[in-house]
């Protein structure tokens, strides 16, 4: 399978079934780039926990998080894949949400999600996948 396969078929199991079904996507070494939108900045290691990690940061911050993805397409190499969406985000104690646009450049190692790292600007998403801007 391709990565954009694995990449759409996470997508598809997010959708679907939330964290717990994105989770197993994950290879047990990926790296998430946490950045202003999803939890504090920094990478956060070891796969399907570090993606729990950063839920539970979000939540403790009384906010929930929707992705929605609008685009898929291949990367520069055939191991990255460039996403882009919308994130909502919604608080949980009556404070005003928002909705982003958000790109996401993912490298897919052994058949799973090997590395996230979210972006706010598409011409550095572009260029972190590989492809011109």
């Known amino acids: 399978m391709d990565s954009v396969e694995v990449v759409r078929q996470a997508i598809e199991a997010y959708e679907t079934g939330g964290v717990e079904a994105l989770a197993p996507f994950y290879h047990p070494e990926a790296e998430i780039v946490g ?7 920094g990478i956060y290691r070891g796969g399907p926990d570090a993606l ?10 009384d906010q929930e998080l929707t992705a929605t993805t609008t685009a898929v397409r291949p990367g520069g190499t055939p191991d990255r894949v460039l996403v882009e969406g919308v994130v909502t985000s919604r608080s949980t104690t009556g404070r005003p949400g928002g909705a ?3 790109w996401w450049v993912i490298l897919v190692r052994e ?3 090997g590395r996230l790292e ?3 600007d598409a011409s550095r ?3 972190a996948a590989g492809l011109s801007a």
Do not use: C, Q, T
């Not at 950045?35 to 900045?41: A, E, F, N, R, V």
């Not at 729990?52 to 911050?61: A, C, L, Y």
């Open 118 to 120: 979210v972006f706010h």
């Open 35 to 41: 950045g202003p939108y999803m939890g504090p900045k």
């Open 52 to 61: 729990r990690s950063i839920v539970d940061e979000v939540r403790s911050n």
């Open 125 to 127: 998403a572009l260029e």
């Open 100 to 102: 982003w646009h958000s």
């Open 111 to 113: 058949g799973k999600i």
